[in-house]
């Protein structure tokens, strides 16, 4: 009975998670070396190389690199500093605090847009006040070279995500009673903060961190109504080079598939090691 | 404690509710034209037609919660017994690798790199396709969370109850599912807003056709049909606002 | 726990009772672009309760030019039968990519009644971005793309190419184009100029035209692209994008491939009134739109039924109509019944735009699809990427 049981729980796995993730991965390198697809006319590593010579690939994870390391690096201080340097009258958290959860990447995307952008609210405001006299005083936040857009929208999800995860983890990793016994050991004020508080939170926290930084690494919604034309996060120049502008750029499409989701595969690896190195020590 | 705190808590609170203002203002204007602040004219007209009966939004909406209702339902079922089966298997850290993969993986990406074998077996452009692509993205996060959930010390207390005597019905009935009764529930609340939240994955494995509320409002806002995007943009923000209301757990948790 | 539970079965059960479609209807799929606030209204408010008074639940999907034709490669690759797609909107270049994939039923011409009002020896019916139509498809509809611009701020518009480049350069900032099928025919316009005109590029395509005449736009293009909208490094992602800039006052000019279309975003309120479309005077496109059916749609009954209701002269009558949509109507005026003719013609005549007739002398034809396709890729590569 255990046994059969056993079987059947591995038979969903592999039907529900295997097998896609499988499938997808084989079907994608079989595309993008010419092995499969309509226009494919012999097998050939032409993608992969227009890919590589071109930067595509290259260029698009930098640049999702770069936004997802500024977004959670900024949002992780933030959220730092809210959780040490905002005393809440008391240790439940109070409705408000959740309420940004409630937001999902579309509608903060769209939030921005009607916020930052030169004929949005602040830039009207600004106008009326007189501190603006052109639309072109205000500054460039949306779709912009540097994609800062699509960082204060990362930053304004996760930072009250982290903030409700470092209150917690200082409550079950008992860093104020460490701050107490570092104290009486006459550690000063400052060295508490830097040497004890922020090191046991970052560490305790850094599985979540880095899951939070894939999670951004392959966002969507907020990048393709946020981002410039180019360069663009993975998501979006994966999903144009599948369906816009040129057909016979689908390969190298799929080619981008598979070589992301082998990163993030690696990642995930790591974060896994990560924690059970934690758990074991 | 002094004015500091106080002040600093306020403009947080501003903060927050600020999004919230901002889609339920724009939700009753018309006409917003640079450098104007208000709008041409307030008015009630989204709001009427939305409550029509043939109108799309609230068909929209309903088709939504459907989705994402089934969604949390199978992947809370499901992943309750896959969760707790990794959790006790030998292999546990390499099917704990294969259920974080998806669950991290982009899903606009997952769902590109699957679309071939949904339009394969017709589940593309339909409901049951893009129910089951969900699943695909649902059910992996509800293992993670039952497989933190069954620690060492949860499975002892279900083997107690074996050893003092329990059938492994009652272990399982009267032991187990008690236990884990807060978690189920946070699992299905949480597999619900992942479904409720999803957009990119819905657009690819149903090819638009199959309209959720999130493709409904990115369609308003190619269209720079603002306020009607606000408006469906309110819709979406309601039910995590009243799961949150009833329990904060249903939208984060301790266990990942 | 148990109640939640009931509660949840009684909602699903309750949805999957009252969601069923209905069975008396025959559910049609069109894949349309829908990035017009007008032409989706015209589509819901019109046309879809219209065909189901004629037992069609006609669904709207959101998608043009490759996403169609990805689609149903991917479906054709996958050896799906049943495409879930029954009609498609399309212009010359995805024509000719459905082509290559034999993606297209047909010729429909011959099942639909309504196309006897279709003055079909006209170059502009029976030709498709220089490809013979065959019946492969129908006409939906025929316009001219016009420039717009906003008397008040440009009261002298550029209307070639050598005014563009010193017009632009006077105003930076002021221009840009879409990274879509309207900004894309612009760089059309001014290929076939740098071409030397419809003449030169006209028949097939040939790739040391392209070279050459791609070669001067292109650095026609670098030369302006820092006197663009946010210098250049970004372009709108739509039509309707690059119009709120307009009508913002971030933008001074726009295009528009439907030569009423300042008229229906003056009455929609979007643009002010100051907002005037004008003819590019070295030649401006006109073309007409049509509407396909995938050779593997399962509804090609359905599909064809849907067809010919969207060229029938009621649904073209109201399609013309400036308040609304105002598209061109793809019938011929001398084959209308006389009831017909004496309402198409009294039809309110914009006030934003001069009159069909009056730019109608500019008009050139498309040219082969195949420097449509490389158009785009080479835009996205030379000018976005910023490629050499």
């Known amino acids: 009975m255990h046994r059969i049981l056993s079987y059947i729980n591995a038979g969903f796995f592999f039907l529900l998670i295997v097998l896609p993730l499988g499938g997808g991965l084989i079907y994608s390198f079989l595309y993008s070396i010419g092995g499969l697809g309509l226009l494919n006319e012999e097998i050939s590593g032409k993608a992969l190389l227009t890919i590589w010579e071109e930067g595509t690939f290259l260029k698009s994870l930098f640049y999702s690199v770069y936004i997802a390391l500024l977004s959670i690096g900024i949002s992780v201080a933030l959220s730092l500093t809210l959780t040490l340097g905002i005393k809440l009258p008391s240790r439940e958290n109070p409705y408000w605090m959740y309420m940004p959860l409630a937001l999902p990447g579309m509608v903060v995307a769209f939030l921005m847009f009607q916020w930052l952008s030169r004929t949005g609210v602040f830039s009207r405001v600004m106008f009326q006040a007189g501190i603006i006299s052109e639309i072109t005083d205000f500054p460039v936040l949306i779709q912009d070279e540097l994609g800062l857009g699509i960082i204060i929208a990362h930053v304004l999800m996760a930072t009250p995500f982290f903030w409700i995860f470092f209150r917690g983890l200082y409550q079950t990793e008992r860093v104020k009673e460490l701050g107490g016994i570092s104290a009486s050991l006459g550690a000063q004020k400052h060295q508490i903060l830097w040497k004890v508080k922020i090191p046991v939170l970052l560490q305790q926290g850094l599985p979540t961190i880095i899951l939070y930084f894939l999670f951004v690494l392959g966002s969507y919604e907020i990048p393709l109504l946020l981002g410039q034309s180019s360069p663009q996060m993975l998501s979006v120049t994966i999903i144009r080079k599948l369906e816009r502008f040129n057909l016979l750029d689908k390969p190298e499409g799929y080619a981008m598939i598979w070589m992301y989701a082998l990163i993030v595969l690696v990642a995930v690896y790591a974060i896994l090691s990560l924690h059970q190195k934690r758990k074991a020590s | 404690m002094k004015k500091g705190p106080r002040f600093f808590i306020a403009i947080i609170g501003l903060g927050i509710a600020f999004p919230f203002l901002t889609l339920l203002l724009f939700s ?189 409002v990115f369609q308003f806002v190619t269209e720079t049909n603002i306020f009607l995007a606000a408006l469906s943009g309110v819709l979406l923000v309601v039910p995590p606002l009243i799961l949150l209301w009833v329990n904060k757990r249903f939208v984060i948790n301790q266990w990942i | 726990m148990g109640k939640y539970l009931w509660i949840c079965i009684l ?289 090609k009954s359905g599909a064809l039924k849907t067809i010919n209701f969207l060229l029938s002269p009621e649904a073209q009558y109201k399609k013309l109509q400036p308040d609304g949509w105002g598209d061109g109507t793809s019938l011929s005026l001398n084959l209308l019944p006389e009831e017909w003719k004496e309402k198409f013609r009294s039809t309110q005549q914009r006030k934003q735009t001069p009159p069909r007739s009056e730019i109608e002398q500019y008009a050139v034809m498309e040219p082969a699809p195949e420097y449509m396709i490389r158009l785009y890729d080479d835009f996205a590569k030379k000018i976005i990427d910023g490629e050499e």
């Open chain 3, 11 to 299: 909602l699903i059960s309750g949805f999957l009772l009252s969601c069923g479609p209905d069975q008396n209807l025959q559910q049609v799929n069109m894949m349309m672009w829908q990035g017009d606030p007008v032409i989706n209204s015209y589509m819901k408010t019109y046309v879809v309760p219209e065909l189901k008074k004629q037992g069609i639940d006609l669904q709207l999907v959101s998608g043009q030019g490759t996403e169609i034709v990805s689609t149903l490669m991917t479906e054709i690759e996958a050896g799906k039968t049943d495409s879930e797609i029954d009609v498609v909107w399309v212009n010359g270049e995805t024509f000719f990519q459905l082509k290559q994939i034999n993606g297209l039923y047909g010729p429909i011409w011959d099942s639909l009644s309504n196309i006897a009002y279709v003055d079909t020896s006209s170059s502009f019916i029976k030709y498709d971005f220089q490809q013979l139509v065959n019946g492969y498809e129908a006409p939906w509809g025929t316009i001219q793309m016009i420039m717009i611009h906003d008397e008040k701020r440009a009261p002298q518009p550029p209307s070639n190419p050598k005014a563009l480049k010193e017009w632009v350069k006077a105003n930076p900032g002021k221009f840009t184009l879409s990274n879509d099928f309207t900004g894309m025919s612009f760089l059309k316009l001014l290929l076939i100029e740098f071409a030397g005109g419809s003449e030169a590029i006209k028949g097939p395509f040939q790739s040391d035209i392209y070279q050459q005449a791609g070669d001067s736009l292109w650095n026609y293009i670098r030369e302006i692209q820092p006197y663009f909208w946010r210098k250049g490094e970004t372009f709108p992602e739509g039509l309707a994008a690059m119009h709120r800039l307009f009508a913002n006052g971030e933008i001074d000019l726009s295009i528009s491939m439907n030569d009423n279309g300042v008229d229906n975003k003056v009455l929609e309120g979007l643009f002010p009134p100051s907002a005037k479309g004008y003819a590019w005077k070295s030649g401006i496109i006109k073309n007409s739109h049509f509407l396909g059916i995938p050779s593997r749609s399962p509804h």
């Open chain 2, 28 to 216: 009753f204007m018309k006409g917003w034209f640079f450098p104007s602040i208000s709008p041409t004219t307030w008015t009630l007209d989204y709001w009427i037609q939305l409550f029509q009966v043939e109108g799309e939004l609230l068909q929209t909406s309903l088709t939504s919660i459907l989705i994402s209702i089934f969604v949390a339902f199978v992947s809370t079922l499901l992943g309750f017994f896959l969760g707790k089966w990794m959790a006790t298997h030998p292999w546990r850290k390499w099917w704990l690798l294969l259920a974080y993969f998806p669950f991290v993986l982009s899903p606009v990406i997952l769902a590109a790199g699957i679309q071939f074998f949904f339009i394969k077996f017709g589940l593309s452009g339909n409901f049951l396709g893009v129910l089951i692509a969900q699943l695909l993205i649902a059910l992996p996060y509800a293992i993670i969370i039952y497989n933190g959930f069954w620690s060492p010390s949860m499975l002892d207390r279900e083997k107690l109850a074996r050893t003092l005597g329990g059938t492994a019905w009652q272990a399982f009935w009267r032991v187990s599912i008690p236990l884990s009764s807060g978690v189920i529930l946070v699992v299905f609340f949480q597999t619900f807003l992942i479904s409720w939240f999803e957009y990119g994955l819905t657009r690819l494995i149903g090819l638009g056709k199959v309209k959720t509320l999130t493709i409904q």
